[in-house]
């Protein structure tokens, strides 16, 4: 019995790191909503006129953003374990500039910023969700596209073959 209660308090001790103390401590992975960024590096402002000016509507916006975002930036499970400082990136210019492996709330957080600073969408448009994915919180977005709201997961359901309109869950 009292093997029993050791591992229950290793799971619990687990999971109140994992779910709780990590999403105090990433930056763009809080319990809250996403707050809009003071400032945008010029690139990205440009980027988000281009997107605007090719794109007819909302959804056309968003699919060009989902591109745009997925072929920039990419995430691996594998990958997640071996790069933990990029985890706590938060500098908009440092991540606009650097390609490559980013974490679900960092591309999210990007998506999010080219959505929220659109004449597309609002940020009242874009909700930040949280599921369980292999063993640990993973993140993706709804976006308000009419009166339609629709998963956006670039790092979880796009790695996948998965595109707009999916998110990914439990294992994968």
């Given at each position: 019995m009292e093997t029993f209660y050791w591992i229950l308090a290793i799971v619990a001790a687990y999971f109140l790191l994992v779910f709780v103390a990590l999403r105090l401590v990433v930056p763009y992975m809080?319990?809250?909503?996403?707050?809009?960024?003071?400032?945008?590096?010029?690139e990205m402002k440009e980027k988000i006129s281009e997107l605007e000016a090719q794109s007819p509507d909302q959804k056309a916006y968003l699919d060009a953003v989902y591109k745009t975002v997925s072929e920039r930036w990419q995430h691996s499970r594998f990958q997640a374990?071996?790069?933990?400082p990029k985890l706590f990136r938060s500098d908009l210019e440092k991540i606009w500039h650097v390609k490559g492996f980013a974490y679900c709330s960092t591309i999210n957080f990007v998506i999010y910023t080219f959505l929220a600073n659109s004449k597309f969408f609002k940020t009242e448009d874009i909700k930040v969700k949280h599921v369980f994915l292999n063993f640990?919180?993973?993140?993706?977005?709804?976006?308000?596209?009419?009166?339609?709201?629709?998963?956006?997961?670039p790092a979880g359901a796009g790695i996948r073959g998965l595109g707009i309109g999916h998110h990914a869950s439990i294992f994968g």
């Open positions: 809080g319990f809250r909503q996403y707050q809009p960024p003071t400032s945008l590096p010029q374990a071996l790069q933990l640990v919180p993973h993140q993706y977005l709804q976006v308000k596209v009419g009166e339609r709201w629709i998963d956006i997961d």
